[in-house]
């Protein structure tokens, strides 16, 4: 058990939506959760972040670790936890709501590394960053979103920012 003040690392049993949550709900703040190298896992529900957790979700590489999903990744941010970071993970769309949701009113996450292939799915947002609800609405969220591949692209929105005062953007 480590003492406080020490990141672990968690591996997730296997890519599948199940196991990557058990994991994620397994971790503390500040942990990381290592997805395992998969050439087909799949996602057949959404798979969620809470807010009370800034965790490192880690694959073994973009085209090693490969998510094939139609579902969403919620990140819900907070700005009291660890950075939260989504890394080296191939993210294939298999249907319209496959995204990743950066909730809430943390400004230190970073999403990079990934590549995000929507296999020619026309319409859809792949990264969409904003806050929660009208709760918050003098917070703000951002991150860094850098060196990820987005490919196989058919007229969708690569990363959509909104925010509830100005509307989508």
């Given at each position: 058990?480590p ?29 990381t ?9 799949t ?5 969620t ?7 490192i ?8 670790t490969?998510?094939?999903t139609g ?7 907070s ?6 970071r ?14 990743i ?8 996450w ?16 792949t ?13 703000y ?18 990363v ?10």
């Open positions: 058990v003492f406080a003040g020490h990141a672990i690392v968690i591996p997730a049993a296997s890519c599948s939506a199940v196991d990557v949550q058990a994991a994620i709900d397994q971790a503390s703040d500040g942990d959760v290592q997805l395992p190298a998969c050439a087909n896992g996602w057949t529900t959404d798979v972040i809470p807010a009370t957790k800034g965790i979700l880690q694959g073994m590489g973009a085209g090693a490969v998510i094939a579902h969403k990744l919620w990140v819900d941010t700005p009291t936890n660890a950075p939260m989504i890394t080296g993970i191939t993210f294939q769309r298999t249907g319209m709501d496959m995204r949701h950066m909730l809430g009113s943390a400004t230190d970073r999403i990079d590394h990934n590549t995000f292939d929507d296999a020619g799915f026309s319409g859809a947002y990264i969409e960053v904003g806050v929660k609800g009208n709760e918050n609405l003098d917070s969220n951002y991150g860094v979103i850098d060196h990820n591949a987005f490919i196989n692209r058919n007229n969708g929105t690569s959509h920012v909104s925010w509830v005062r100005w509307g989508n953007v």
